[in-house]
C-alpha cells in the first residue's frame, strides 16, 4: 500500500463522499468537479457533473491536494495567503498546484487524516459547502 | 466530431473574428496576437500581427483558453482575483495558464457558449475592445 | 455545455464504465487505476483500486487522453510508434501525455466518438482487456 | 521586430500558405491542423479544420518550431533520431517539443530562412505532403 497508511480513505468511501457531494450540488444548483484524494494527496476518485467548468477539473483536484498537503481547509489556508500574510506566495509551490481559496477539506478518521475532497465550480463559498457535505458523508 | 459541440466555433467563423480583430487593432494601432479556441478551449486559429510582442502569443492563446474554462471575460475574472477578493491566486491553477486581466471573450451561439476570443498587444483595456470587436462579428 | 458535444458521455455513464471495468479487474485480480475522458479529452471520471500502482495515476488519464486525441486505441498507436514505423517519437508530444502501449479505448456512440476510457496497473495487454470490459458497458 | 529578421514570413504570407495547406488537404480528404512560424521559431498562424485530431493541434506546431529549430524538414530529422543513428534522443530535448517525423517543412525566401510550416491529422507521409503544398505557396 504505497503511500497510505491504515487510515487512509477506500475508494468505495471516496464514491460515496461523491455522491453526498454532487447530492448537495444539484440542491444549490451549481454542477462541480469533485476530487478525493488519499492520505499521500495522490488522487483517488473524481467526477464531473454535467455543464461543470472545463477550468475546475484541475482546481478540484488540485484544492483536495493542497488541503493533503497541509493538513488544512483551502479556506483557512487563503486567509494566511494574502500579501502581507505569512504564507503570501505559497500558492506557487508545488508546481503551482497550490489552490489558495474554499473547497478543499480534509477527511479525517478518528485523529488521523484519511485523505481530502476538493469541489470547484461555483463561488469558493458553495464549493467548500458541498466539499463539507461530501466531508460529512465519511465521518 | 471529437471535442465538439454543435455549438462549437467552425474554421471559417473563426478566420472571420480574427479579421475583425485584426482591423480594430489597425484603427487603433496596436498590433495584436489574436487567439480563438473551441467550446472545449483547444485552439481553433490563431494570428499574429507585424510587430506584435512575442510575449504575448501565450497569453492571448491563454486568454482564450482562461474565458472558456469559465465562461466569463478574462476582464470580470480579474477583478474576483484581486488580493483579498473570492478567486485571489486562481492565476496559478491549470498549469499557469489562467490569465486575469482584459483580453479574453466568450463567443455565444445564442445561449450556448461557442468558444472564445483571447487578444494580447496593448494594454488589458485595448486588448479587451479588439476581443470585443471580434466576438461581435461572431454573433 | 463547454466542451461537450451531444454525443459525448454523461458522468452516469462513466461511472458505469468504471464500475464494470473494476469487476473485470477484479475478476483478474489486479487492481487498476480506471480513467474516463469526454470527446473533449477532459477528465470526466476516476477510480483508484485498493493497492493500484500510484505511477498508473498519470498513465490511466493519458491512455485515455491518448485516445480521444488520436480516435484510436493506445494499443493500435503502439504498433505505429516503435523504432522505424512512421510515429516513433509521438510519445514526447502533447507535454509528453502520449502514451504508446495497450489500456487506452475510444468509446464510441454510434458512429461519434463520446471519448475514452484509460486503464494502468497490470500488463498492457491486462490494460487493454479491463478498458475493453469498461467501453463493453457503454456501446 | 523582436525576433524577426527582414525575411521572416508576414501574417498575409502565412495565411496563404494556410490556405493552400487547407485546399492540399481537402484534395486528399483529410482533416489537418497546421502552424506557420516565424524564422524566430515563434507562432505567427495556425488553423484546425473541422474534425482534425485534437492530439495534432500540438504536433503541428511543434513540428514547425522543429523545422525552424534546426533548419530541415522533420521528416529528414526523422531518420537521424531512430535508434542507433547520430541524434536519437533528440525528441526530448527543448521541453519535448521536437517531432521526428513528417510534416514539418523549412519556409525559404531565395536562400534565407523566412520559417517553417507544420502540419498533423494523417499519415506523416500526408502531413509532409500537405505541408510542402502550404511551402509551395510561398516560395
Redesign the interface.
Known sequence: ???ESRATV??EE??SIIQAAQQKAQEIGQPMNIAVVDN?R??????????A???????AI?KAFTSASFLLSTQDL?EM???GQPLFGI??TND?R????GGGVLLMRGDEVAGAVGVSGG???QDHEVAEAGAAAFS
Not at 495522490?42 to 455543464?51: H, I, T, V, W, Y
Not at 467548468?53 to 482546481?59: E, K, T, Y
Not at 497550490?98 to 481559496?101: G, H, K, N, R, Y
Open positions: 500500500m504505497a503511500g477506500m475508494l471516496a464514491q499521500g495522490q488522487l483517488k476518485a473524481f467526477a464531473r457533473m454535467e455543464d467548468w472545463l477550468g475546475s477539473i484541475d482546481i488540485d487563503g495567503a494574502q500579501p500558492n506557487t503551482g497550490i489552490v489558495i481559496f463561488t469558493p463559498d
